[in-house]
T-cell receptor, first 114, second 111 residues
Framework: AQSVTQLDSHVSVSEGTPVLLRCNYSSSYSPSLFWYVQHPNKGLQLLLKYTSAATLVKGINGFEAEFKKSETSFHLTKPSAHMSDAAEYYCVVSVIFGNEKLTFGTGTRLTIIP | DVKVTQSSRYLVKRTGEKVFLECVQDMDHENMFWYRQDPGLGLRLIYFSYDVKMKEKGDIPEGYSVSREKKERFSLILESASTNQTSMYLC??????????FGSGTRLTVV
């Protein structure tokens, strides 16, 4: 079985300060991990993905995440928040066992303070 | 770009009605999925399909069924709609190991 826990349901940061969205995962096999973003009234968009290559993964819009197997974590970071980053973020785990099936976290709402 | 199209953006249905949510993808993907999205609960998998005429239950299949007669189309059916099925429904498709493409969602309200 696989699961993912997003440790914060809501994060608020000031514009220009760093962003940290925390995610821990559980998987019986080597997982693939993803971060998706959903802006208000928009569809889900893939930010970045880890699929057993480099442990530091760079995504779109300046986001990156680091896969830490010893800590079973895949935290999302950005050095400097922008107003346009305000959105809901989902951490997702997948195990490629036959066919792929994604398991989503409960989401973190990121608010940017001007 | 892969497109996943959900036929309705907003739907309002009455309790007890049979409801069909349609999803079509245009890139010959084998895998298709239906999720519902609720505040504080994230996305939960209802049903998925890895091939035509094939379906498997996800984590919350109760009260739902699906149909996949053609590769590009995956329909979600609410046999008898209830108010606790008011939600945002998201369809997705994928090739193996390439991640998903999501539709824009159907916001269903059951009154």
């Amino acid at each position: 079985a696989q699961s993912v826990t997003q440790l914060d349901s809501h994060v608020s940061v000031s514009e220009g300060t760093p962003v940290l969205l925390r995610c821990n995962y559980s998987s019986s096999y080597s997982p693939s991990l993803f971060w998706y973003v959903q802006h208000p009234n928009k569809g889900l968009q893939l930010l970045l993905k880890y699929t057993s290559a480099a442990t530091l993964v760079k995504g779109i819009n300046g986001f990156e995440a680091e896969f830490k197997k010893s800590e079973t974590s895949f935290h999302l970071t950005k050095p400097s928040a922008h107003m346009s980053d305000a959105a809901e973020y989902y951490c997702v785990v997948s195990v490629i066992f036959g066919n792929e099936k994604l398991t989503f976290g409960t989401g973190t709402r990121l608010t940017i303070i001007p | 770009d892969v497109k996943v199209t959900q036929s309705s953006r907003y739907l309002v249905k009455r309790t007890g009605e049979k409801v069909f949510l349609e999803c079509v993808q245009d890139m010959d993907h084998e895998n298709m999925f239906w999720y519902r999205q609720d505040p504080g609960l994230g996305l939960r998998l209802i049903y998925f399909s890895y091939d035509v005429k094939m379906k498997e239950k996800g984590d919350i299949p109760e009260g739902y069924s699906v149909s996949r007669e053609k590769k590009e189309r995956f329909s979600l059916i609410l046999e008898s709609a209830s108010t606790n099925q008011t939600s945002m429904y998201l369809c997705a498709s994928s090739l193996q190991v390439h991640g998903y493409t999501f539709g824009s969602g159907t916001r269903l309200t059951v009154v």
